[in-house]
């Protein structure tokens, strides 16, 4: 499976961006996709996983209340809508798939990862 991050950008404190993630490869698996982030000199962390099916999600309590993660499995690509964005959600934000059904929290639990994109928010 590769996976493809893009929407992200600078944008002013309050604002909103909406990242993307494609999959190609065998994306027919029953994967659990999730979205983590890692800031200059920071551990990377995990922000939202959604199930396979897309009626489990979770976030982690910093960005709760703020960021929706999303499927659309016809078009394989999961979404994460980022609103109230704060100088502290500044990060390069990675898309990963979890090779079972139900996404995981630890960076460990996924399989595959993208690239991924650079959000910068400026105060």
């Known amino acids: 499976v590769q996976l493809q991050a893009s929407g992200g950008g600078l944008v002013q404190d309050g604002g909103s961006l909406r990242l993307s993630c494609a999959a190609s490869g065998r994306t027919r698996s029953s994967y659990a996709m999730g979205w983590f982030r890692q800031a200059p000199g920071k551990e990377r962390e995990f922000v939202a996983t959604?199930?396979?099916?897309?009626?489990?999600?979770y976030y982690a309590d910093s960005v709760k209340g703020r960021f929706t993660i999303s499927r659309d499995n016809a078009k394989n690509t999961v979404f994460l809508q980022m609103n109230s964005l704060k100088p502290e959600d500044t990060a390069v934000y990675y898309c990963?798939?979890?090779?079972?059904?139900?996404?995981?929290?630890?960076?460990?639990?996924?399989?595959?990862w993208g690239q991924g994109t650079q959000v910068t928010v400026s105060s």
């Open positions: 959604i199930s396979w099916s897309g009626g489990s999600t």
């Open positions: 990963a798939a979890d090779r079972t059904p139900l996404g995981g929290r630890r960076w460990a639990d996924y399989d595959y």
